[in-house]
């Protein structure tokens, strides 16, 4: 199952005896059906999880007569639940205050009684119409609403929740209106708030891994990027040093520099740091630079 499922279905496992918030919920997943209406109401969604959320939430809050039609074929992936007879899609339509004058769908807030309401108000919207990326690949939660002030409203309910006021943007992609997060504590909260406490857990430990991951890759990029540079500069000082030896230059110059040449020829690999503690007496760093450097001028003389 893909990380969206696993979400859907941790939230689906959501348990309340609160019937506010149980009308909550389905609230939200009515405002995203495919039709809701005095007389039709028609959910679709590709997660069974989700379709059989909304088929418990509606019986028990209204048991109406339900007609579940379930993908008939491998490649078809809808689930369709309709609310079969058109008297108890008034009735449903009617009890969240609603009626057919009504030019655009828009939240009523009325139905939202507080901040739990809201909180299971937003797990609801998630579940008809969000998804969100495996954190192994991004970070993106978005919700897709056919409607734009029906998303607007959205919008403003996940802003201005006092529980976890979230940053969350809106854009039109393919005639439908897309509210989305990109930052990963963001989803981090907004899933912890919705209920799915594991998926967010995920999210964290993910995120930490792939953090711990490149911190380990920048150090051994530097590691090696720092062992090239001291090749490349201990090869210079070989071929200096065997230049100067072989022109009989190496034997007319100071011991401290003879002493140098010598340490590198023996130890090609050390760093400037060690060498300096090789030598009799040690010297630093910038000492063992100094002298190598001098090996170098000399050998450049006679070119």
Not at 235 to 243: D, E, N, S
């Amino acid at each position: 199952m893909s990380f969206a499922t696993d979400t859907k279905k941790e939230l689906c496992s959501a348990v309340s005896m609160d019937v506010d918030i149980l009308r909550s919920e389905l609230y939200a997943m009515l405002l995203l059906c495919r039709h809701f209406t005095s007389e039709k109401i028609v959910f679709k969604t590709e997660n069974k999880h989700t379709a059989n959320r909304f088929v418990s939430l509606c019986t028990m809050l209204f048991s109406p007569i339900i007609e579940r039609i379930r993908p008939l074929t491998k490649s078809s992936k809808t689930y369709t639940v309709k609310v079969i007879d058109a008297n108890d899609c008034k009735r449903i339509y009617d009890f969240y205050g609603h009626d057919e004058r009504e030019i655009n769908l828009r939240v009523n807030r009325a139905n939202l009684l507080d901040s739990k309401c809201e909180r299971a108000f937003i797990r609801g919207v998630f579940l008809a119409c969000g998804s969100v990326t495996d954190p192994d690949k991004g970070y993106h939660l978005e919700l897709c609403v056919v409607h734009k002030n029906l998303c607007t409203d959205i919008c403003n309910i996940i802003r201005d929740n006092e529980d976890c006021p979230l940053s969350i943007k809106m854009l039109n992609r393919n005639g439908s209106y897309i509210a989305y997060i990109k930052d990963s504590e963001q989803i981090t909260d907004l899933l912890t708030f919705m209920g799915a406490t594991n998926s967010a857990m995920t999210v964290i430990g993910t995120k930490a891994l792939k953090q711990v991951r490149n911190l380990a890759n920048r150090r051994t990029n530097s590691e090696i990027a720092n062992l090239q540079k001291v090749a490349s500069a201990s090869a210079t000082q070989i071929k200096a040093i065997k230049k100067l030896e072989k022109s009989g230059k190496l034997l007319t110059l100071s011991d401290e520099l003879k002493a140098v040449a010598q340490l590198r020829l023996e130890y090609p690999e050390l760093s400037l740091r060690d060498m300096g503690v090789m030598l009799d007496p040690p010297i630093s760093r910038s000492g063992v630079n100094h002298r190598l450097t001098k090996l170098i001028q000399i050998s450049q003389e006679d070119e």
